[in-house]
């Protein structure tokens, strides 16, 4: 009995059977999610994010309720997504800029938690942050990789 013989195929290939551009959509995609996860709430009812999900108390939420622009900024991003979405080709250096962006975020609120700046809001929240934004992070970069093809073309 002979074994049929294997045809040789990519290494790109045999890591993920979608298209090129499929990691790079579904990351840009997620980026999108999670910044109007965050931007919506923060821009628009931050009494919702700060009081009712992070468990901050009112005097509180009164300061953060402040924070109302940086919301705008993540839904700023969010439509950047949609840009990119809907034009990737040329755009490789936007979708550096949201893993960047979600990165440097990651960073962030690990050493925030570290440094205990998180007293006003419970844990759950914060190891929900941490490991979304993080994990988005990982997947934009490895988005930009899979579909360089695309951006490049």
Do not use: C
Not at 58 to 87: D, F
Not at 113 to 124: C, G, H, I, P, R
Not at 126 to 138: D, F, T
Request: cysteine-free; charged content about 10%.
């Amino acid at each position: 009995m002979t074994t049929p013989p294997i045809e040789p195929t990519s290494k790109a290939a045999e890591a993920s059977p979608l298209e090129p551009g499929t990691h790079l959509r579904l990351s840009v995609l997620l980026s999108i999610v999670v910044n109007l996860a965050y931007g919506l709430p923060i821009a628009l009812w931050p009494d919702l994010i700060w009081g009712t999900l992070a468990g901050a108390r009112s005097s509180e939420v009164e300061l953060l309720s402040g924070m109302r622009w940086s919301g705008a900024i993540l839904i700023g991003w969010a439509i950047g997504g949609v840009l990119v979405l809907s034009r990737p080709k040329g755009r490789q250096t936007m979708v550096t800029t949201f893993a960047l962006q979600f990165s440097l975020a990651a960073v962030a609120l690990v050493v925030s938690a570290l440094a205990d700046e998180f007293v006003w809001a419970d844990t759950w929240f914060v190891l929900v942050a941490i490991v979304g934004v993080g994990a988005s992070a990982l997947y934009l970069w490895y988005g930009r990789w899979a579909g360089r093809e695309v951006l490049n073309a």
